[in-house]
């Protein structure tokens, strides 16, 4: 028996199922604890390692946590272990643990393993004594690791783990299912066919609700929430026949693994495919995609995700002090939280509880009410025609009209917006070409079926320009307004669209076709909007900035090269920052910062030390108005002429590719959700004459309305950005875990 007794040692493992984002969580944690003066052991295969213990304990330095964010799975394995599950099990963990020095140890994974960690701290003062009891470990030892200090972080792409918005995987997996339903719906309409696919979720309908949400798929079916009323066998074809009849040529219908009917029976995709073939007499094919959705590089969120909670946890178990509860290490309202593990553990079960016990009020009430409006929002966007109009309402004139530079989402946006708002009775008004359309009178009215398909695509299908109103363009929009009897406006867009629909209202006094309410809905890559945290068709750019630096990174290594290479944003540094942390890039260049010579002869210096030391790859990340001066190729250049024979240097402009592509399932998401609340809001305001001028956003997991002109005074006009950018507070953690080491120390790669 071998006691090592190093002042701090802390154990970090993943176990369950494996889940995109836990290798950024690993590299996270690992860095920030020898930056803070601890040792970091890797347990090898979760729970398993934990109880043989010997070599599945292994010390992790600076370099070898590098060069693993991209890559999906955990790189340091995961297993089931029955052993952990006895007592016996657990009581050969504790001593390995106290063998190996380590006092702090931080648990990935779903809700299984988390259950498991929080009954393992709950037994550990009773282990210890047990072990040195027996003389197993001796009574120093027990005395030095009397307590545990313990932190959770979920990881499993269900995300069914309470006490965090979203667990770690669930983000990639959305994307997984995304592709494929992409791709199968271009074939099912090629052929005029159905196709189920079961997705995962085997207590939990979050992958399919929200994969529905973002496929634009034709029925979802969840544990949550069976059919009620009449049997699924008898809705389900009905629905897909009246989709047929109205001239949809293909039928996509997602299954949680999970699904059950109203009488807690399950429903699998094999038998949605017998029904619809009895009852609609054509061809259904059956896709199951199985582990496809654990699979592949985590996307940028589950990066992001990931690097924040793995810092986070360190600094959880280092201050957790003797008696303290273990938590839960989350991310809410993109904000780090910690919650009670035991507390989160209790509430994640009351689901599973609730749904075996088919009472499916309770589950969604535990569930929280964004899934049930989730629900609701789905329920209505996948009927074959909108419910019609009461015989004695107003039927409402509502345009709607995208404006600045076209981001991934817009069409998502817009499909929402126009179904919502004709589920309700009125008329929609489509403005081809943003303002100048207004102008030129490019307006044509948008049915139920005009948008279909619109969910996926990305551009804009309306058309977008930049045009700011000026002059005698105000006379031509009232006029246009009045023609087309417009009651209300929702302009879906960025920073020429809001300053477009504030200077209409700043107008009204003069033209009185300008009072009706406008709402402003934030659509830009840049992220560079005030009242709201994230804007539609960020995250689609921020996931095509990694995609291509993983590229550019497989293609430096080989060569002993440093890339920079510059992301769209303008004066707001968003993209480079988040592209910055979730590519485990060595420096991100920030207008918000600005850019010394001082700076670049610093980040020289880092380079030749760190290449001379072995490393084979620099990449630099700088935001295109980072300095006005030192451009991309001036780093470029003084990056290569410094360098010598140590590494050459190469850049890469991504520019409109940032903007291209299908949206993401988080844009797509995030798109719906609020144009839902905008049609809702704008329908309100135009009823009661109202003449207000809003924009929507989405502020600590809240969305709420702003009045432009407050917002206004929020604005650094100048450089076209809002004055505080909550984002700016993780600057901080980029700097430590991309340095070249531990105070300085060189590494060898990243």
Not at 506 to 524: D, G, N
């Amino acid at each position: 028996m071998s006691e090592i007794q190093p002042q701090h040692r802390l154990g970090i493992l993943t176990s369950g199922g494996d889940a995109p984002g836990m290798n950024a969580a690993l590299r996270a944690a690992v860095r920030t604890a020898l930056e803070e003066g601890m040792e970091a052991v890797a347990i090898r295969e979760g729970y398993r390692g934990l109880v043989e213990g010997g070599d599945s304990f292994q010390p992790m330095d600076w370099d070898a946590a590098g060069g693993i964010m991209h890559k999906g799975g955990t790189v340091i394995g995961t297993a089931r272990c029955d052993e952990f599950r006895e007592r016996k099990g657990r009581l050969r963990a504790a001593q390995n643990l106290v063998e190996h020095g380590i006092d702090r140890l931080i648990v990935m994974g779903g809700d299984g393993s988390l259950t498991a960690a929080d009954l393992f701290h709950r037994e550990w003062p009773g282990l210890i004594s047990e072990l040195a009891e027996h003389g197993r470990i001796s009574r120093e030892a027990a005395h030095r690791h009397a307590h545990l200090s313990l932190a959770g972080i979920g990881a499993s792409i269900d995300n069914d783990m309470a006490g965090t918005d979203m667990s770690i995987g669930a983000d990639t997996a959305l994307h997984r299912i995304a592709e494929a339903v992409d791709g199968i719906g271009a074939t099912a309409a090629s052929h005029q066919r159905t196709f189920v696919v079961e997705v995962m979720g085997r207590h939990c309908g979050y992958l399919a609700l929200m994969s529905g949400l973002a496929t634009g798929a034709d029925a979802v079916l969840i544990p949550e929430a069976p059919p009620a009323g009449d049997s699924w066998a008898e809705i389900l074809p009905r629905r897909l026949r009246a989709g047929r009849e109205v001239g949809r040529r293909d039928s996509i219908v997602i299954v949680a693994e999970g699904a059950i009917d109203s009488n807690g029976q399950p429903v699998t995709a094999e038998k949605v495919r017998q029904v619809l073939e009895q009852r609609m007499e054509e061809e259904v094919r059956v896709t199951i995609l199985g582990h496809v959705q654990r699979g592949g590089s985590p996307s940028a969120y589950d990066r992001l995700m990931g690097t924040l909670l793995g810092h986070a946890a360190v600094h959880e178990v280092m201050e957790t002090g003797p008696g303290s509860a273990p938590q839960l290490v989350g991310l809410r309202h993109n904000k780090i939280t910690r919650k009670p593990l035991a507390d989160c553990v209790e509430a994640t079960a009351e689901v599973y509880a609730a749904i075996i016990r088919n009472d499916s009020n309770e589950a969604l009430r535990l569930r929280g009410s964004g899934f049930s409006d989730n629900i609701d929002t789905l329920q209505t966007l996948l009927r074959s025609l909108p419910n019609p109009p009461s015989s004695d309402q107003r039927r409402l004139r509502l345009a709607v009209l995208s404006s600045g530079g076209p981001a991934p989402g817009m069409n998502t946006a817009t499909r929402a917006a126009v179904r919502l708002a004709l589920d309700e009775g009125h008329q929609v008004l489509g403005v081809h070409n943003g303002f100048q359309g207004l102008i030129d009178g490019d307006v044509k009215e948008l049915g139920w079926m005009s948008v279909r398909g619109w969910t996926t695509a990305g551009g804009c299908e309306l058309g977008i320009n930049r045009t700011i109103p000026r002059g005698k363009d105000f006379y031509a929009i009232a006029r246009k307004i009045e023609d087309f009897s417009i009651d209300g406006v929702l302009m879906i867009g960025g920073w020429s669209g809001y300053d477009s629909a504030l200077r209409l209202a700043r107008k009204r006094e003069a033209f009185p076709a300008f009072e009706i309410p406008i709402i402003c809905l934030p659509a830009t890559i840049n992220n560079n909007l005030p009242g709201s945290e994230l804007s539609v068709g960020a995250d689609t750019a921020l996931n095509a900035i990694v995609e291509a630096v993983d590229k550019i990174k497989q293609s430096a290594v080989a060569s002993r090269r440093c890339f920079v290479v510059e992301v769209m944003g303008r004066y707001c540094g968003y993209l480079a920052l988040m592209a910055g942390l979730a590519s485990g890039a060595e420096r991100v260049y920030l207008n918000e910062e600005g850019v010394t010579v001082a700076d670049l002869q610093k980040d020289v210096q880092d380079l030749i030390e760190g290449f001379r030391n072995g490393k084979r790859l620099g990449l630099m990340i700088r935001n295109e108005g980072a300095n006005p001066c030192y451009s991309t190729q001036f780093m470029v250049s003084l990056f290569e002429e410094e360098g010598g024979d140590f590494f050459d240097v190469r850049q890469a402009i991504l520019g409109h590719l940032q903007q291209g592509g299908n949206p993401s399932p988080f844009d797509r998401i995030l798109a719906t959700r609020l144009a839902k609340r905008c049609v809702e809001r704008l329908i309100d305001e135009a009823e009661a004459g109202s003449d207000t001028a809003l924009a929507i956003g989405l502020n600590e997991g809240k969305i709420e309305f702003s009045e432009l002109e407050t917002l206004r005074r929020q604005v650094d006009s100048e450089h076209q950005r809002p004055k505080t950018q909550w984002w700016m507070d993780l600057l901080p953690i980029a700097r430590v875990l991309a340095q070249i080491g531990p105070s300085g120390r060189a590494a060898m790669s990243d």
